[in-house]
């Protein structure tokens, strides 16, 4: 079983920064890749930022050159950075974590809760 759980949401200014965590927690699974989704009100969940180590690191065009996804390997531990946010970065930001059940062979994708980050003057 893998619990993924994020922290470091909150309220911050336009132009403002933010740090997200994602830590992935449990036994007897590895990592194929971790990243973050948000949902504004009313739009649909898209993706902001991934990273893995067969594919590397995307992101979404409306965050590109703001925001930094990096991974502490040793923590099973993703973040995300978020410098010069806009209002329109207000959203609920979700991190998943794509991992590989090494007893069983198969891999999923498990998510976190949610943590509301809000860009507002």
């Known amino acids: 079983q893998v619990q993924v759980v994020e922290s470091g949401g909150g309220l911050v200014q336009p132009g403002g920064s933010l740090r997200l965590s994602c830590v992935a927690s449990?036994?007897?699974?590895?990592?194929?890749?971790m990243g973050w989704y948000r949902q504004a009100p009313g739009k649909q969940r898209e993706l902001v930022a991934s990273?893995?180590?067969?594919?590397?690191?995307s992101y979404a065009d409306s965050v590109k050159g703001r925001f930094t996804i990096s991974r502490d390997n040793a923590k099973n531990t993703a973040y995300l950075q978020m410098n010069s946010l806009k209002p329109e970065d207000t959203a609920i930001y979700y991190c998943?974590?794509?991992?590989?059940?090494?007893?069983?062979?198969?891999?999923?994708?498990?998510w976190g809760q949610g943590t509301q980050v809000t860009v507002s003057a």
């Open positions: 449990g036994s007897g699974f590895s990592i194929n890749s």
């Open positions: 998943y974590a794509n991992v590989l059940l090494t007893a069983y062979g198969r891999s999923y994708s498990d």
């Open positions: 990273m893995s180590a067969a594919a590397g690191t």
